[in-house]
T-cell receptor
């Protein structure tokens, strides 16, 4: 238990579906992150929120849309995805942004058909 | 460009010692991190080095040489539960984390 909870753990969706991934942290942290993890590839940073403000958007396609309603919750809205978007999506939090000590959730395994 | 290199996979024997290397070329340096990720689980923070030398934490130690752009993670008295992927990450001049692809460590009895 890392204090970061992600739901759902597994998601299968078609290319025309709309779905959302949810992340909640119980650590009192002020920064939250979305990462994409593909097999045998480095973690790819997607989005960073620091004190609810988006501070990083790493050239992510618009079919991924983040939302951070408060410091404890982070969503990733998915729409019109492609099969190459199939991956493990990891949420993380940290006390503040720019620290390297991140607390990760167990991830949401996404399969796009 | 920025790059982190680490071996894709390593195998070691229970009770032995293993060293996982990480070399980096980044735009600036503000610390190096090691994470452990068991299959199907969240990555968890293991260690942080910002100055040259060895940091020891129980059975795990991490070494850094900034002049060589090199670090290693040393695992002693290996246990079966140490089977996992080990991720190396460097924080660059913009305080962004640059990640390696990870080293899958397989422990055999």
């Amino acid at each position: 238990e890392t204090g970061v909870t992600q739901t759902p753990r597994h998601l299968v969706m078609g290319m025309t579906n709309k779905k959302s991934l949810k992340c909640e942290q119980h650590l009192g942290h002020n920064a939250m992150y979305w990462y994409k993890q593909s097999a045998k590839k480095p973690l790819e940073l997607m989005f960073v929120y620091n004190f609810k403000e988006q501070t990083e958007n790493n050239s992510v396609p618009s079919r991924f849309s983040p939302e951070c309603p408060n410091s404890s919750h982070l969503f990733l809205h998915l729409h019109t995805l492609q099969p190459e978007d199939s991956a493990l999506y990891l949420c993380a939090s940290s006390q503040v942004a720019d620290t390297g000590e991140l607390f990760f959730g167990e991830g949401s395994r996404l399969t796009v058909l | 460009g920025q790059n982190i290199d680490q071996p894709t996979e390593m195998t070691a024997t229970e009770g032995a010692i293993v060293q996982i290397n990480c070399t980096y070329q980044t735009s600036g340096f503000n610390g190096l991190f090691w994470y452990q990720q068991h299959a199907g689980e969240a990555p968890t923070f293991l260690s942080y080095n910002v100055l040259d030398g060895l940091e020891e934490k129980g059975r795990f130690s991490s070494f850094l040489s900034r002049s060589k752009g090199y670090s290693y993670l040393l695992l002693k008295e290996l246990q079966m539960k140490d089977s996992a992927s080990y991720l190396c990450a460097v924080r660059d001049s913009n305080y962004q984390l640059i990640w390696g692809a990870g080293t899958k460590l397989i422990i055999k009895p």
